[in-house]
């Protein structure tokens, strides 16, 4: 039977949030108070890693104050909550990991700073898979995050008490970090919509790393309005999103690697949605996959080992610590990571060098121009694909058997998310559903560089098109 699940409702989204503090239908300081006792009440989530109160109650009587004075600013009083692995003046950074106990940063980091700028404040700093090498969120050092739909399962990773922290309404929106599908993958289990922007959209400095050439900061909320205002933030964006009607969509569905070796809820939910969407006027147009596959396949992983060292002590210089990629390695707690880590360490460094220029420099531009070909090529906006193979597991679940054997769960719960992830487009997952036992599922579109607020508008379309548990009553 289901542990019991968290409070998931009740507390209003970001929008309406922001709008009943302006119209003075209610203060900071309140809204406040009643996030930090359901903070109190769910903390058997794991969501969160640090809150102070007492800061957390300051930062809400300026922004009443503020509010009193007129001040306007697009997110003047709204709580949010920031990745462990993103740098926030006043709170530790510790990537979910022992060496880093007892680090505050000197700055916050540009991304979340400029959420800050905008009148946004930080309710506390949220736990994630150990130095986001994960997708389950089973941290040996913090303890493990739990789903709020089930807290026997895992809600995903590596950005798991930001999705764990949002479904339960303990904040409204937040940020994690996305390397491999590790804002996908936890907003789909959580019921949540999730953007993974074009590289580069948002800055990187003053985050804890794994590649520079896959890593990025991404936005976790309850709708896409929500998701707009940040990425808005963020980006400088216009906060508006244009309408979109269904019949003016064009979707490529792969007929290969994306829906291959799908969990059967998985498949079951997907197929589902993709009729849905064919029932209210989107064009679903069948594309090739396989090439998506194997090109990913073949550089997602060489990239990203290749990359781990130098980006993490580049990370650590320029933070000031003196400790070294060694000693990060020498602390790690988890047994999965550890041995990611460990297969890093074993590979021999010129056969390594040989692999990662041919994943650079010919692989991932061919899997670039890949995308672009089927999405121009078809006249797309974009491909469309269960965001993972994997409906939510047991915490403690590493292995899986879907009929071929036993697979470790990371393996196929990145692949779908991988492509994107590696060729640097941007993503976004919206929920079509739930398991067989009540735990969301996500579907994802992958667009091509800088069409994010376009995905944004069509992800604001497709939630109201498909079945999403948080927001059960509001059709």
């Given amino acids: 039977m289901s542990a019991p699940a968290a409070d998931i409702a009740g507390f209003p989204d970001a929008a309406a949030l922001l709008a009943a503090l ?33 800061a957390v109650r300051r930062a809400a009587a300026e922004a009443d104050a503020k509010l009193a004075q007129g ?10 909550c920031i990745k462990d692995n993103i740098d926030v003046l006043g709170l530790p950074t510790t990537a979910g990991t022992p060496a880093l106990e007892g680090f505050y940063p000197a700055r916050t980091a540009p991304v979340a700073q400029r959420l800050l700028d905008q009148g946004a404040l930080v309710f506390g700093k949220t736990a994630m898979h150990e130095l ?22 895992i809600p995903g990773g590596s950005s798991s008490g930001t999705a764990a922290a949002i479904a339960a309404g303990l904040v409204p929106a937040g940020l994690g970090s996305d390397t491999g599908g590790s804002v996908r993958i936890p907003a789909a289990f959580c019921g949540l919509v999730g953007l993974r922007p074009t590289i580069g959209r948002y800055p990187g400095e003053g985050v804890f790393p794994i590649s520079f050439t896959r890593d990025t900061v991404g936005p976790l909320a309850r709708n896409f309005t929500d998701l707009a205002l940040l990425d808005a933030a963020i980006a400088g964006a216009d906060t508006t999103l244009e309408a979109i009607e269904p019949s003016t969509v064009r979707l490529g569905v792969p007929d290969a690697f994306f829906f291959d070796g799908l969990q059967q809820d998985v498949a079951k939910a997907s197929e589902q949605a993709l009729a849905a969407l064919s029932r209210a006027g989107v064009s679903l147009v069948p594309v090739s996959g396989a090439r998506f596959g194997e090109l990913y396949r073949r550089a997602g992983v060489t990239v990203t080992l290749h990359e781990t060292r130098p980006a993490i002590t580049a990370y650590l210089r320029a933070s000031g610590l003196s400790i070294s990629y060694d000693d990060v390695v020498a602390k ?16 021999a460094e010129a056969p ?8 650079v420099d010919i692989d991932r531009p061919a899997l670039q121009a890949l995308y672009a070909e089927t999405v121009i090529g078809a006249r797309l906006d974009g491909i469309v694909f269960p965001t993972t193979k994997l409906a939510a597991l047991r915490i403690g679940q590493d292995v899986v058997d879907l009929g ?50 376009r995905l944004l508008a069509i992800g604001a379309m497709l939630e109201w098109l498909l079945p999403n548990p948080l927001r059960r009553g509001e059709r």
């Fill in 404 to 453: 071929e054997g036993q697979v470790p769960a990371f393996d196929l719960m990145i692949e779908n998310s991988g492509p994107g992830s590696l060729s640097g487009m941007p993503g976004i997952t919206v929920p079509c559903g739930v398991d067989s036992a009540g735990v969301p599922l996500g579907l994802s579109v992958d667009g091509l560089f800088h069409t994010d607020r």
């Fill in 22 to 54: 302006r119209d003075g239908h209610t203060s900071v300081v309140s809204v406040v108070e009643a996030l930090l006792e359901r903070h109190g009440r769910n903390r058997n989530l794991g969501a969160f890693c640090a809150v102070d109160e007492a």
């Fill in 71 to 80: 001040v306007r600013m697009p997110l003047l009083g709204l709580p949010l």
């Fill in 332 to 347: 790690v707690a988890s047994p999965d990571v550890r041995s990611i880590l460990a297969d890093l360490d074993a590979r």
């Fill in 132 to 153: 986001a090498f994960g997708t389950s969120g089973n941290n040996a050092w913090q303890g493990a995050a739990h789903n709020p739909f089930d807290l026997n399962r």
């Fill in 352 to 359: 390594f060098l040989a692999a990662y220029r041919q994943a």
